[in-house]
C-alpha cells in the first residue's frame, strides 16, 4: 500500500484545512486578553473569520474547475459539486454567523474567540461531511460537528436555559450517535465489510434483513440531527437557550451538511420502498406538527425552531420521491432549497441577533413598530419571512415550488398536498410578526441599541440574496441539477 | 474463541444495558456512562465483523478495526464534553439529578 497524498486529493481537503487553521489563529489571537475585555466587540477576530471563511469559499473554485476527482484518500472522500455545494452553504453560512457574532456576544459580556473558533471548526468538519463517502468518515465528521454546536448550544453558562438546553441535546446527540454507529456496523457487518458507500452500493447484502436494519438506524441518527419528527424535541429547548447566533449557525449549517451526507447515503445505499414510506410518513408529521405547534408560540426562538422542523419536512420529500425510484432529479432540490433557506434563514436571525442586542428580547410583541426605528432591519425579516412562508418572488417560494412540483410529477400527491398545507398554516405564524413590525405603535420603553455594521450587512446581504433567488433562480437551479447527476456519474 | 454470533449477542446485550441506562436513570454521570457503554458496545460489534470479514472475503481489509479506533478518539471527545456540561451544572445548581434539571417545556 502506498501513501502518498496526490494534487487533488490536497484540494479536496483545503477548504476544511482552511477553517480549522483559522479556527487556530483566531484562538491564539485572543490569548491572554479573553479575561477582561469580554464586553469588547473584538474586530480582530471577525476579520479572521471571514478572511479564513473567504479563502475557504475560495478553495472551493479552485476544486470547481473539473469534474468529480474521483475516490480520494482511499475512498473516504470526494470532490464533487455536490459536496462543494454543501460546503458552500456552510461556509458562507459560517461567514455570516462569525460576522454577527462579535457585537451580539459583547453586548451579553461573553466575547471570547472560541465562540467564533467553534464556529470555524464546525465548518470544517461540516465541510468534510459533505464529501465524506465512507461511514468512517461520515461519522468522524458528524460528530466532530455535533461536538462543536454541543459547547456553542450551552455557551451562556450562567443562564439555566442554556446549560439545560445544551445538557439535553448532547444527551440525546450522543443517544443518537449511538444508533447511527450500530447502523453503521450493522451494514458493514451486511455487505461482506465494506464501509466506502460505492463498495456498499456494489455489495449483494443489500437484501439482508440486517442491512435494512442497519439503514434505518442510519436515517434514525440523521432524523435527529435535521430535527425530523420524532426526533426533534431538542430543538426547541436548545433554540431557546443558546445564542441567538449560534442559533442561526446551527439551524442552517447543521441541517444542510447532514441533509447533503443523507441525500448522497440514500443515493447510494437505495433503501428500497419500505425505507421510502417510513421517510414520507416522517415528512409528513414532520411537516404537521412543526407548523402546528409554531402557530401558537410567543417566543420568535421557539416559532424559528419549529418553523425549521417544518422546513425538514419540507426537505424530506425530495429524498422519498428520489429513493422511491426516480433516482437523482428529484434530490437537484435539496442544494438550491438549502441555498435558499440558508439566506432566508440568516436574514431573520441577523434580525433576532439585532434586537436582542443589549437585552434579551425574543417575543413577537417585542417587534411593536421596529419599522418606525429601524425599517432596514424590519424590511430584512419581512423578506425572510414571506420567504420561510414560500410566497412568490422570494427564494423560499421557488425551493418549495421545485419541491412540490417534482413530488406531483412523480405521483406523490399526498405528499405534496401535505406540503401545500403545511405552507398555508404557516402563513398565519409567519405574518404575525410581520403585522407586529409595521401596523403596531412602538411601545414607550422600546429602545434600540444600534446594531453593528456585522449584523446590519448581514441582514441586507442576506435578504437582498433572498430576493435575488427568488427572481434569478436558474442558473442555481442549474447548478443544483448538474451536482446531483455528479453524485452518481 | 468465540463465534460471531456470540460476540454479537454482547454487543446487542451491552448496547441494551446502555440504551435503558440512558432512558431510565435520573443521575447525569450515569447517563453519561451509559452512552460510553453504547459506543463500546458497537466497538466490539465492529471488532467481530472485522475479524470475520479480515478472515474470509477481505484478506488485509481491516476498517472495522480502524472503525473501532475512530470511534474510540470520538468517543473520548464526547465524554470530555459531557463531564464539562456536568461540571458547569454542578457549580452552578449543585445538582446532577436530570429532573431538576428539566424545566424547559414545549
Known amino acids: ?489 | 474463541m468465540f463465534s460471531l454470533p456470540a460476540l454479537l449477542y454482547l454487543s446487542a446485550f451491552l448496547f441494551s444495558v446502555g440504551t435503558y441506562g440512558v432512558l431510565a436513570r435520573r443521575n447525569i454521570l450515569v447517563v453519561l456512562m451509559s452512552l460510553e457503554l453504547m459506543l463500546n458496545a458497537v466497538n466490539i460489534a465492529l471488532v467481530s465483523f472485522g475479524r470475520v470479514h479480515a478472515l474470509t472475503a477481505f484478506a488485509g481489509e481491516h476498517s472495522g478495526q480502524i472503525f473501532t479506533l475512530m470511534v474510540l478518539a470520538v468517543a473520548a471527545a464526547e465524554a470530555a464534553i459531557g463531564l464539562s456540561l456536568l461540571l458547569v451544572i454542578w457549580r452552578r445548581w449543585n445538582t446532577i439529578d436530570l429532573r431538576q434539571l428539566c424545566r424547559l417545556n414545549g
Not at chain 1, 50 to 62: E, I, K, N, S
Not at chain 1, 439 to 463: N, Q, Y
Open chain 1, 1 to 489: 500500500m502506498e501513501l502518498t497524498i496526490s494534487g487533488a486529493e490536497i484540494l479536496a481537503i483545503l477548504p476544511a484545512a482552511i477553517l480549522v487553521v483559522t479556527g487556530l489563529v483566531q484562538l491564539f489571537a485572543d490569548l491572554g486578553r479573553s479575561a477582561e475585555d469580554k464586553h469588547s466587540e473584538k474586530t480582530h477576530l471577525a476579520m479572521i473569520g471571514v478572511t479564513g471563511f473567504l479563502l475557504a469559499f475560495a478553495a472551493l473554485f479552485v476544486q470547481g474547475s473539473g469534474a468529480s476527482a474521483g475516490e480520494l484518500y482511499a475512498g473516504a472522500m470526494t470532490d464533487d459539486l455536490f459536496g462543494r455545494m454543501g460546503a458552500g452553504v456552510v461556509i458562507m453560512t459560517g461567514l455570516f454567523s462569525t460576522l454577527m457574532a462579535g457585537s451580539y456576544l459583547a453586548s451579553r459580556g461573553s466575547n471570547s474567540a472560541e465562540f467564533t473558533a467553534l464556529i470555524s471548526f464546525g465548518a470544517g468538519s461540516m465541510a468534510l461531511l459533505c464529501q465524506a463517502t465512507n461511514l468512517i468518515s461520515i461519522f468522524v465528521a458528524i460528530e466532530t460537528l455535533s461536538l462543536a454546536v454541543y459547547v456553542m448550544a450551552g455557551y451562556f453558562k450562567d443562564e439555566r436555559a442554556a446549560s439545560e438546553g445544551a445538557f439535553k441535546y448532547f444527551v440525546l446527540g450522543a443517544f443518537s450517535s449511538g444508533f447511527l454507529l450500530l447502523g453503521m456496523a450493522f451494514i458493514y457487518g451486511a455487505t461482506g465489510g465494506s464501509v466506502a458507500l460505492t463498495d456498499i452500493a456494489a455489495s449483494n447484502g443489500q437484501q439482508d434483513t440486517l442491512f435494512s436494519v442497519g439503514t434505518l438506524l442510519v436515517l434514525i441518527g440523521f432524523a435527529f440531527k435535521v430535527g425530523a419528527v420524532p426526533f426533534h424535541s431538542w430543538v426547541p429547548d436548545v433554540y431557546q437557550g443558546a445564542p441567538v447566533v449560534a442559533v442561526g449557525w446551527m439551524a442552517v449549517a447543521v441541517k444542510a451538511s447532514s441533509l447533503f451526507c443523507l441525500c448522497r447515503f440514500l443515493l447510494f445505499t437505495g433503501g428500497g420502498n419500505d425505507l421510502a414510506q417510513l421517510l414520507a410518513a416522517i415528512s409528513v408529521v414532520t411537516i404537521l406538527l412543526g407548523n402546528l405547534a409554531a402557530l401558537n408560540q410567543q417566543s420568535l426562538k421557539r416559532m424559528m425552531a419549529y418553523s425549521g422542523i417544518a422546513h425538514t419536512g419540507y426537505l424530506l420529500i425530495p429524498l422519498v420521491v428520489a429513493l422511491s425510484g426516480d433516482g437523482s432529479s428529484s434530490a437537484a432540490s435539496i442544494p438550491f432549497y438549502m441555498f435558499a433557506y440558508a439566506a432566508t434563514t440568516l436574514a431573520a436571525f441577523g434580525v433576532l441577533a439585532a434586537i436582542s442586542v443589549g437585552s434579551d428580547r425574543d417575543q413577537v410583541h417585542d417587534l411593536d413598530g421596529l419599522a418606525k426605528n429601524r425599517p432596514l432591519l424590519a424590511l430584512g425579516f419581512t423578506v425572510a419571512l414571506l420567504s420561510l412562508a414560500g410566497i412568490p418572488l422570494t427564494a423560499g417560494f421557488i425551493g418549495k415550488l421545485l419541491i412540490l412540483s417534482n413530488a406531483i410529477q412523480q405521483g406523490f400527491l399526498l405528499l405534496a398536498l401535505v406540503g401545500i398545507i403545511g405552507s398555508l398554516i404557516s402563513v398565519y405564524y409567519y405574518l404575525r410578526p410581520v403585522v407586529s413590525m409595521w401596523f403596531r405603535e412602538p411601545k414607550s420603553s422600546f429602545e434600540l441599541v444600534p446594531a453593528s455594521w456585522g449584523i446590519t450587512f448581514t441582514v441586507a446581504l442576506c435578504g437582498f440574496a433572498t430576493i435575488c433567488f427568488g427572481l434569478f433562480p436558474d442558473w442555481l437551479i442549474d447548478l443544483s441539477k448538474r451536482s446531483v447527476e455528479a453524485i452518481l456519474g
